[in-house]
Nanobody
Framework: QVQVVESGGGLVQAGGSLRLSCVASGSILSIKVMQWYRQVPGKQRELVASATSGGATTVAESVDGRFTISTDNAKNTVYLQMNDLKPEDTAVYYC????????????WGKGTLVTVSP
C-alpha cells in the first residue's frame, strides 16, 4: 500500500512564501518522478514543477523564478518552495509520484489548498 500525503498549504498574503511538502510511503522500491500539479475549480489540472530521480528539475513558465522544486530521496519527499506568491497562484496543489512497488504506477495525494490574498 502506497500513500502520498501533501502538507504546508494555507492562507498567505500576496508577496509571501509557503513551502509545500509531499511524502510517499509504503512498499516503495524506487521513485522515478515526483511532481506538483495545481488545480482551480473549473479548470484543468496543470503541471507546476517536476523532479526526476536523476536530479533533473523543471518548473512551469508561469512560476519560473518564484517556485523551486527539490527532493530528499532518502525520505521519499518532494518540496515546493513558493516565493512572491500572487493571487493567481491560489489553487489546490497536488503531488503526483511515479514509483515502483511490485509494478510501476502513478500515485496522487489528496491535495493541499493554497490561498493567496491580494
Amino acid at each position: 500500500q502506497v500513500q502520498v500525503v501533501e502538507s504546508g498549504g494555507g492562507l498567505v498574503q500576496a508577496g509571501g512564501s509557503l513551502r509545500l511538502s509531499c511524502v510517499a510511503s509504503g512498499s516503495i522500491l524506487s521513485i522515478k518522478v515526483m511532481q506538483w500539479y495545481r488545480q482551480v475549480p473549473g479548470k484543468q489540472r496543470e503541471l507546476v514543477a517536476s523532479a526526476t530521480s536523476g536530479g533533473a528539475t523543471t518548473v512551469a513558465e508561469s512560476v519560473d523564478g518564484r517556485f523551486t522544486i527539490s527532493t530528499d530521496n532518502a525520505k521519499n519527499t518532494v518540496y515546493l518552495q513558493m516565493n512572491d506568491l500572487k493571487p493567481e497562484d491560489t489553487a489546490v496543489y497536488y503531488c503526483r509520484v511515479e514509483l515502483t512497488t511490485t509494478y510501476t504506477g502513478q500515485y496522487w495525494g489528496k491535495g493541499t489548498l493554497v490561498t493567496v490574498s491580494p
